[in-house]
Structure formats: C-alpha cells, structure tokens
C-alpha cells in the first residue's frame, strides 16, 4: 500500500502517489535541517501556470474521498477540484447535469433513470461507467447513508451508460441529497478503490473532476495539475497550490505581497485593507449560512421567552444594518429569514425592522417595563464578535444577557445535547433545502430542536408526502410564515464569506454557484496574461 | 556512580509515565472528538459508530494499556484527523522545527548572552537598565504580536522577507527572531546573574589581585563558569523550542511540530496530541537526565550526594 512522502524536499510524485516507509521518514527527520531549507516541491514553475490559495482550514484526507464527505461545505472545496457529481450545483443551476447528461423520474416518483455522459474518463484513463456509478453509491459512508439505505430498494445497471434507481417510497429530496447534500453522487473509480483501499485512495485520490491530485504535505499544502481531458472544458490554469494559512492577518499579507493569488476568509479590517490596496479585489460572496437567535425556552411558560411579544422585542432589538456594515462591511444579506435565499421553496419575509422603542413597548406590555435578566448568550467563538454586538443591542432595549463563547466543537455538541438554556446564536452552511432545514431545526424530532409547535410539524409531515411540486411549495411558504409570525427565531443575517484576490487572477469563479463560498467550477478560472 | 544513573533512570521512567497518564486524560477533557467529525445532526448512533471506530468505545485503562503497549514499540497511533501514523506526522515536521529551533537559538545566545555579560561587567551602569529593559520586553511583548508586526513591516512595507511558509533561507528569519526574542531575554537575564555571581567569586578576586587585565579575568575566567547554567537552559530551551513553537509556527504558517499539536488540539486529535507532548517530554525528560550525568560526572560531589 502507498503512503505519503514525508520528506521535507517535499513529495515524491510517482503517478500522483505518494510514497513512505517510516525508515525514510525517520532518516529524513534526523539528516533533515539542510533538507528543510531546499525549495519546496510546490515552487512551481512558470507563475502563469499556477493559481496559489492562502486557505484557512488545514485540509484532512478524508476530503478527498466523497464517500466521507458530510453535509458540510467545506470538503466541497476540494470535491469541485478532483471530482465531479452524477449531478451537482453550478452556475445558473442548484442542480446541473454533470457525469449524468440527463434524467428522468417515473410518475410515481420511485424510480430515476440516469443516462451517463458519454466518453468521460477518470484521471487514470479509466472511462466512468455506470458501475462506478453504483459503487460510489453503496460505497458512501457518510451520516446519510443510513437514510439511503432505508429508502432506496435498488441500484440497476441496464447497460454502461445507464443507472437506474428504485426508492422504497416517493422521496421529492432525493436528488438534492444524492448530488449534493451527500457525496454519495460523486463518482470515484471502482477498480482502482479497491485495488487501493480506502486508506490508499485517501492517500492518492484519484477523481473525474478539472484537477488530478499531485500531492499532499498534511496541515501545510495541497498540489494539484489540470486535468486536460475534463468533459466540460480543459481547464486554463495548469496548477493549483492549496497552502493551509491558519493566521488571517498572515494570509492578507501574503495576498498583500503577490504570495498567493487568493486568500480565503478575511473579516472586518482586514477586509477594508484588502479594499484599500491596489491590485487586490475584495470577493464577498454570500453564502448559504444564515444567522440566527434561538429561545430554547420559548416552550417553558414560565419563561419570558414563552411570550411571543418578547422574542418579537429581540428582533426590533436589533440594528442588524449598522452590525452588517461594521463587521461583514455590509455585504452580508438582511434577509430576515434563517432559511437560506438561494433554496429550493424559499419564502421572502417582510424586511427587518430596527425599532429599539417598540420593542421597549413590547416588552412593558409582556410585563417587562424594565426588561428582564435573560441570562447567557451562548455562541460559536469564532462569531462572537457577532454576539458582543447583539447582546449589545438587546442590552439597550433591557434583555440583559451575558456572551458565552464556546470553543466551536463544544457549541456543536451543547446543541446537539439540548444543554444551552435562554439565548443561542446558530448558524448553518449546511446543503439542502428549506425542508431539510425544518428537519434539523425546527420540527419535532430533529436533532437541534428544544420544542416545536404542532401547526408546523403537521404541515411539514404534510409536504413530505406531496409530490406535486406547486402544491408542496404552497406548505412549506405557509410554514415559513409561520416561523416568522410565531417569532420562532430572530433573523440575523446571511452570512457573507469575504475573501481576497490578487492582480494575477483573471476569473476566480468566486460567486458563480449560489451560495457556495469557494472558487468553483475550477475550470472556468483564468489568469491576466502579462 | 552506578547508583546514581539508576537512581535517576528511575526517576526518568517515572516522569515520562506521569506525563503520558496526565495528556492522557486531559486530553479527553477536551471534548468527544467523534462530534467533530460527524457531521452536524448525527445521530447518537452515528457518533457511537465513529466512536468504535477510533476505539474510543473502549474503557479508558484498555485505550491507555493499549496506546502504552504501542508507544514502547514505537507506535504513536494514527491520527484522526489526518489518517496517518502520528510518528510520520511528527517525523515530516520535525526537520522544520529543528531548522526554526536551531536559528532562533543561535540568535537567543547570539545576543543573551553578549547582553548577560555586559550587564553584569557594568552593573548598574545604563549598559545594565538597558539589559533589564531588553528583558522585560523580551519575556512581555508576546510572540504573535511581534510575529505580527514583523511581517506587517519586513513583509508587507518593506517586501524583503517572505510572510509565511518555508522553502528558502529567508523564510526562517522572522519565525527564528519571534520565537528567539524570549528566550533570549531569559538567557541574558541568567547570563547576567551568573556572571555576577561568578565575579564575586574568591578565585576571580584572585586572579584581580594578580593584576590580570579585566577583559581577561572575565572572558577566560568568569565567562566559561558562568556558562554553564546557561547552557543547560539552552538544551531544555531548545527542546521547548522544537516541540512547542505553537503561536510562531501558526502565525508564520511555518510547518513545525508546534503547528502539528495546535492542530491536533484544535481537531480533538488525541493520538496526535498525546504522541506530540509524549515525544517532547520524552526528548525533555532525556536532556534533563544526560545534564545530571553530566553534571555527576564533572563534579563528584554531586553523585557522592545523591
């Protein structure tokens, strides 16, 4: 079995693998200072040919290999680069043919028929094939998976070219959860999976996607090279350096000195730099992540949450403009809504309100006339500069509480555990669409929710079962509204994912798929020529 | 003499199995590292499932027997994060923090202990406030601001060094001096006290007495004494260096250990952290052992004590 190279020259590159045996790497280590100082394998050659990324996020394996990946966005960053999708989101499309040139679904809605995308190959030469198809599918291991198995009856391989499924039941998402809520519709080659294994495939992925895996130093870069033969198009960059850059001051100033091309994730002042320095682009791109606070005691009536006047005071609290212009310098939606705008069955609330002396009238009539100690506002750490300036805001108008920021693990699992008590702020970038979102949110028995309010749990057991799509559309807008009239939440925003782009970029490709915060499709990406 | 080595040996073995029994389980206070890779909205059986995958379904003695067993053999598990053996993570890292170490020594003695000496020869002259004040910044100011301003000033306004990563020459020289200013602060500030206690010694006053030049009396006789506490901080220094340089090597992006083990925090990596901190202590444990032989040998009284 392959590994990695973990000499500190940098990677091997024997046909995209990587190779180690601990002698090497421990020889490596103990004669290696004068080894470190050598140019790294990623010193490329011929800056026209190479587009550098500052990324903020050390890349883990299991990125590469779509049958772990989640719900996540994140591990799309690399899916869009080495895979491709039976189907996936693209520009103009939540939902584009990609390996699968079309589809079609039987009038009962249990069966989908695919026909493959002719002549398309793997990197290794291998042509992507219906098998491939179907073994990716049984092969993803993922949190969905589990779902899958319940509701699909059969994968059938008439022909090549042609994969038919078959649902237990109507399932209206499935589609959306196999292209792109799951990896499960992201094709990877069968025979060599198995001739690999799952760890060597982890360690020498191979993909049909714009860009072939060269190779991996973990927690420092990831280098991939075009692959030419792509469907859609080849691409016209030649390399891709992906270099991990935890510190965001660090990363502008690598952008700032023409270091990197592009630099992910840079927030508040760091983001005015970028606006102040010549030659550099600022790149918002609003993704599907919206911002929202939660009242885990809403359902308790002895609580002042329980009063729908207060939660409705909350959101009047709220100068959510003067809080998007300082800290996302307003490029962040006002949506109003915790249900992302670019999703299927999306309903648009009323406008945000910013009414500090209605919400004080509200509170008086609730039987607050001097607000209320609403104890701890829990949050991710890395949005608490969000939270300061809510709690701020609710401050004025007398909701008195405290910012508790947690370490991001352990906020995850204080929802998950149902521990956090008075105010919660959430954010999800999670894929899917506005039914999925009431799963996991809202309605009763999904995995984030404290209570729920059964107008709404009967409309969404409602819409589950409706497979006409107008009809079904109607429910889940009648639910939004609901949410929104019951104050279940208060809106903050939809999150704009800032980044930055240096002179050398011609397309970054930056916001050409709704929602999506990183640069895809890969393949559309070009440099000025000089 | 024999007895002396044992005695410490025992005392080595003894460290290194406290320090393995403490990250151990401090590192499980931090969290279930299964809802980290899960995905949000997993269900408990889900997490259960990742959880016996890891082997984190175990009782707590098994997992610690086991990750012993492993260790004495030379295997630091596999990271969960990474999905590699963690001797080959800290092995591919290691000549990088080796390379950081070495230079951001070399500058820490470089300037400690010229500093150490000149405070010290001049007391209470300005050469010794301003030794004081070096000190008192170089212990305060902490690394990533300086870190920070560096790269704000060589990098960005000046353009003559690179802002991060590694490759070339000058891509040390910033991290080395970030991570240096410290311990060079602490090496002038013990250099100067040993010197001082050294030129108030009798044989220094004897060799004034013979009328030896005072350049003399301190660089053949008082300097070589008053070294060696301070070499014995720069071997432990050096160790600390190469293991936990976690802030330079994060903000510099530079590809150390110290950025492997922030990782593995950052992620819930336990074979991660607990191979990282074990080989540290190890390699801290080990050096502290060879200085007291050392020692031992070089001077008879102290194995005629123990």
């Keep these: ?530 | 003499m024999r007895r002396f080595v044992t005695k410490r040996l025992g005392y080595a073995v003894l460290s290194l199995f406290l320090l393995s029994l403490t990250i151990f389980l401090l590192v499980r206070v931090t969290g279930d590292p299964a809802a980290l890779m899960a995905e949000p909205g997993a269900s408990a059986e889900q997490l259960a499932a990742i959880r016996k995958n890891l082997g984190l379904d175990q009782p707590l003695w098994i997992q610690y027997g086991s990750f012993m067993a492993n260790f004495l053999t030379g295997d630091l598990g596999h990271s969960f994060y990474y999905n590699a053996p963690v001797l080959d993570l800290y092995a591919a890292r290691l000549p990088y923090s080796l390379l950081l170490a070495a230079v951001a020594m070399a500058f820490s003695l470089l300037i400690g202990i010229p500093s150490g000496i000149l405070a010290a020869v001049r007391v209470g002259t300005m050469w010794d406030g301003a030794g004081k004040v070096f000190a008192l910044l170089g212990l305060s100011m902490p690394s990533f601001w300086i870190g920070l301003v560096m790269i704000l000033f060589f990098s960005v306004y000046l353009g003559w060094l690179p802002s991060s990563g590694a490759g070339t020459p000058l891509h040390v020289i910033m991290p080395a001096f970030a991570l240096g200013w410290y311990f060079a602060a602490a090496h002038m500030r013990l250099t100067r006290s040993s010197m001082l206690d050294v030129l108030g010694s009798e044989y220094v006053k004897l060799a004034r007495l013979k009328g030896l030049p005072e350049s003399l009396v301190v660089a053949k006789h008082a300097f070589k004494n008053a070294l060696i506490p301070v070499i014995t901080l720069a071997g432990i220094n050096l160790v600390i260096m190469i293991n936990v340089a976690v802030v330079v090597e994060t903000v510099f992006a530079w590809p150390g250990i110290g950025r492997l083990l922030y990782e593995g925090i950052s992620f819930r990596d336990f074979p991660l952290v607990q191979g990282i901190v074990l080989l540290g202590g190890s390699m801290i444990v080990v050096v502290n052992l060879l200085v007291d032989i050392l020692y031992a040998v070089v001077d008879p009284r102290i194995r005629l004590e123990a």
Excluded at chain 1, 43 to 55: E, I, K, M
Excluded at chain 1, 240 to 259: F, H, Y
Excluded at chain 1, 386 to 411: H, M, W, Y
């Design chain 1, 1 to 530: 079995m392959g590994g990695f190279d973990g000499s500190p020259a940098g990677p091997k590159a024997g046909g995209g693998e990587l190779r180690l045996s601990r002698r090497n790497a421990i020889a490596g280590a103990a004669a290696g200072v004068g080894v470190a100082m050598a140019g790294s394998g990623s010193a490329a050659a011929g800056l026209q040919g190479q587009l550098t990324y500052a990324v903020h996020i050390s890349l883990a394996p299991t990125w590469f290999d779509p049958a772990e990946t989640s719900g996540l966005v994140t591990p799309y960053m690399l899916l869009y680069a080495m895979h491709d999708a039976v189907a996936k989101p693209m520009p103009g499309s939540q939902l584009a043919p990609a390996l699968a040139e079309s589809w079609s679904v039987s009038p009962d809605g249990r069966v989908y028929d695919f026909t493959l995308r002719e002549g398309v190959k793997f990197h290794n030469g291998e042509p992507v094939t219906a098998d491939d198809v179907k073994f990716s599918f049984e092969r993803y291991r993922g949190s969905s998976a589990a779902v899958f198995k319940s509701r699909v009856a059969s994968i059938e391989i008439p022909d090549p070219r042609h994969v038919r499924t078959t649902l237990k039941q109507p399932w209206p998402d499935f589609l959306m959860f196999y292209a792109s809520t799951t990896g499960a519709g992201w094709i990877v080659p069968r025979k060599y999976a198995e001739k690999v294994g799952e760890d060597g495939f982890k360690k020498a992925p191979v993909g049909a996607g714009p860009y072939k895996f060269v190779s991996f130093n973990p927690g420092v870069e990831l280098v991939l090279e075009a692959f030419d033969q792509y469907w859609r198009k080849p691409p016209q960059v030649k390399r891709l350096v992906l270099k991990v850059i935890p510190d965001e001051s660090t990363r502008l100033a690598a952008l700032k000195r023409g270091e990197v091309d592009i630099a992910y994730s840079l927030r508040g002042e760091l983001a005015e730099e970028v606006v102040r320095t010549e030659g550099l682009t600022l790149k918002p791109v609003v993704i599907d992540s919206p911002f929202w606070l939660y009242f885990p005691d809403q359902w308790n009536v002895k609580s002042p949450w329980h009063d729908v006047r207060v939660r409705q005071a909350a959101a009047l609290a709220l100068d959510m403009k003067a809080i998007n212009d300082a800290l996302t310098l307003g490029y962040s939606r006002l949506t109003n809504s915790m249900f992302p705008d670019s999703f299927d069955f999306y309903w648009q609330p009323p406008p945000m309100v910013y009414d500090p002396d209605k919400a004080k009238k509200l509170l008086a009539e609730a039987g607050h006339p001097n607000g209320f100690d609403a104890g701890e506002y829990f949050c991710d750490i890395s949005y608490a500069n969000l939270g300061e300036t809510v709690v701020d805001n609710l401050q004025a108008v007398g909701i008195r509480a405290r910012l508790r920021p947690s370490e991001r693990a352990a906020f995850i699992q204080g929802i998950s555990d149902k521990i956090y008590k008075d105010i919660v702020q959430i954010g999800s970038g999670a894929f899917g669409n506005v039914a999925t979102r009431f799963q996991s949110w809202i309605v009763k028995g999904g995995p984030y929710v404290y209570g729920s309010y059964p107008q709404i749990d009967e409309l969404y057991a409602a819409q589950a079962a409706e497979l006409d799509r107008g009809r079904r559309t109607e429910i889940l807008h009648k639910m939004q509204k609901l949410v929104h009239e019951l104050a279940v939440v208060a809106p903050l925003w939809q999150l704009a994912f800032i980044n930055g782009q240096g002179a050398r970029v011609g397309e970054s490709s930056f916001g050409k798929i709704a929602g999506f915060p990183y640069t895809a499709p890969y393949e559309d990406q070009t440099l000025k020529s000089t």
